[in-house]
């Protein structure tokens, strides 16, 4: 069983809005900041949100994430065909004493 | 601009020690505000953390990896290692280095390089 679980697919059509969640714990979510990353096909992952909310330099608006308790959350407005890819959330666990990824939701763009 | 490079074999035998190589350009590995981290992706499955190292030799590792990791700086060669021992077909995996900013999450990764590769088989 996975420390943070995240559906293993989604999709949308494109200018469609969708959402991508991450479950965890008190011991990681609940209590540290969350990450997540974009991996399109063939690449290496890149960073697109950090500090739960946080875009860095590049990253368009029209990607957001929040946190709420235990869960955290990736939405994508304005879908189009580029952002395909896999989508993971990452944070640290306290009790674990490690970082943990989610297993991955793979965006399909219809 | 910040680049990694991974290097070392891609095939390693089974019950032997892995060892790879990131060789980092366009700043120092000894940077007070950076950390240096390992994770790896098996084909087809999703991103294991596997360690982070800051340049004064302070390790962080996965607790189901940790007795058989351990990683290592060399400031005079800007590079940063990895050594897995006992290898089995379960290691075969993307190996990435890639740097964490110090002062954000443990789970913040900003540069990463291209990946390399390994593949356990005899």
């Known amino acids: 069983q996975s420390v943070l679980t995240q559906p293993p697919s989604a999709s949308g059509t494109p200018g469609q809005s969708v959402t991508i969640s991450c479950s965890g714990s008190?011991?990681?979510?609940?209590?540290?900041?969350v990450n997540w990353y974009q991996q399109l096909p063939g690449t290496t992952p890149k960073l697109l949100i950090y500090?739960?909310?946080q875009r860095p330099s590049g990253v368009p608006a029209r990607f957001s994430g929040s946190k709420s308790g235990t869960s955290a959350s990736l939405a994508i407005s304005g879908l189009q065909s580029e952002d395909e890819a896999d989508y993971y959330c990452?944070?640290?666990?306290?009790?674990?004493?490690?970082?943990?990824f989610g297993g991955g939701t793979k965006l399909t763009v219809l | 601009q910040l680049q990694l490079q991974e290097s070392g074999p891609g095939l390693v035998k089974p019950s032997e020690t892995l060892s790879l190589t990131c060789s980092v350009s366009?700043?120092?590995?000894?940077?007070?505000?950076?950390?240096w981290g390992w994770i790896r992706q098996p084909p087809g499955k999703g991103l294991e953390w596997i360690g982070t190292?800051?340049?004064?030799?302070?390790?962080y590792y996965d607790p189901s990896l940790k007795s058989r990791v351990t990683m290592s700086v060399d400031t005079s060669k800007n590079q940063f290692s990895l050594t897995l021992s006992s290898v089995s077909a379960a290691d075969t995996a993307m190996y990435f280095c890639?740097?964490?900013?110090?002062?954000?999450?443990?789970?913040?990764?900003?540069?990463w390089g291209r990946g390399t590769l390994v593949t356990v088989s005899s």
């Open positions: 190292i800051y340049y004064s030799g302070i390790t």
């Open positions: 990452a944070t640290w666990d306290d009790s674990l004493n490690g970082v943990f």
């Open positions: 008190s011991s990681n979510i609940g209590i540290n900041t």
């Open positions: 890639a740097r964490r900013p110090r002062g954000y999450s443990y789970g913040h990764f900003n540069y």
């Open positions: 366009g700043g120092s590995i000894s940077s007070s505000s950076s950390y």
């Open positions: 500090s739960n909310n």
